[in-house]
């Protein structure tokens, strides 16, 4: 069956433009992460749905980040006036009902790479 | 706040060997998960496997295997018979409460492993 799909694959935009990256989850799957790679580093979460709900938005990293969810399927990730410090992987992931993997893991997309000039 | 350190930015090994990738973290929970993901060049990030803290046995999943030291805080990662197709970014990762759904899963800065044919 079709993974966690993220589109765009790569994006280069100018200082200070919006941009939006969206994730197909896996169907069925109610529980769905952003993370944010900087080059370099580990994974840095950001937000969380379980279903079309975010209860943990702790990890947005300013208000020019936002995020939402729709039919408890297709998410999307919103950033705002972007800078260039906004250069990184962004990964969405999602699972079938959130927790700790043992029956539901975490099934990873393959990033869109956000390029800020 | 728990922390992961992976001392090694790269290694590499000689095809068929075998070869130890490094972890350590600080967390003062008691009850927590470990796991070690493998990120190829498609930049999914694909779960090699999973230790729960409560069990002194060592996981394995075939040619991978842990070294679980909880009284250290060491959690390195084994790879026999090395392949070509593990040549990736190795990340260990630490989830505090069973949850992925918030900053309680941490990453290290990862392991950049090569094969030599």
């Known amino acids: 069956g079709a993974g966690v799909s993220q589109s765009p694959s790569n994006k280069v935009t100018e200082k200070g433009k919006d941009v939006e990256l969206r994730c197909d989850p896996i169907?069925?799957?109610?529980?769905l992460y952003w993370y944010r790679q900087r080059l370099g580093q580990g994974l840095e979460f950001l937000i969380y749905?379980?279903?079309?709900?975010?209860?943990?938005k702790s990890g947005l990293p300013s208000d020019r980040f936002s995020a939402e969810r729709t039919g408890e399927s297709v998410s999307t990730l919103t950033i705002q006036r972007t800078q260039q410090e906004d250069s990184a992987v962004y990964l969405c992931?999602?699972?079938?009902?959130?927790?700790?993997?043992?029956?539901?893991?975490?099934?990873f997309g393959n990033g869109t790479r956000l390029t800020v000039t | 706040a728990q922390t992961v350190t992976q001392s090694q930015p790269e290694m590499s090994v000689q095809e068929a060997e075998t070869v130890t990738l490094s972890c350590t973290y600080d967390?003062?929970?008691?009850?927590?998960?470990l796991f070690w993901y493998k990120q190829p060049p498609s930049r999914q990030m694909i779960l090699v496997i999973r230790?729960?803290?409560?069990?002194?046995q060592n996981a394995t999943e075939n040619r991978f295997s842990v070294n679980f030291q909880k009284a250290a805080k060491s959690f390195s990662l084994k790879i026999s018979d090395s392949q070509l197709g593990d040549a990736a970014m190795y990340f260990c990762?630490?989830?505090?409460?069973?949850?992925?759904?918030?900053?309680?899963?941490?990453f290290g800065t990862g392991t950049r492993l090569t094969i030599i044919p």
């Open positions: 992931a999602s699972s079938l009902v959130g927790g700790t993997g043992e029956d539901s893991p975490l099934h």
């Open positions: 169907s069925g799957h109610t529980a």
């Open positions: 749905f379980q279903g079309n709900s975010a209860p943990d």
């Open positions: 967390t003062s929970e008691s009850d927590y998960y």
């Open positions: 230790q729960e803290a409560y069990k002194q």
């Open positions: 990762a630490v989830l505090i409460d069973g949850f992925f759904g918030n900053e309680k899963l941490t």
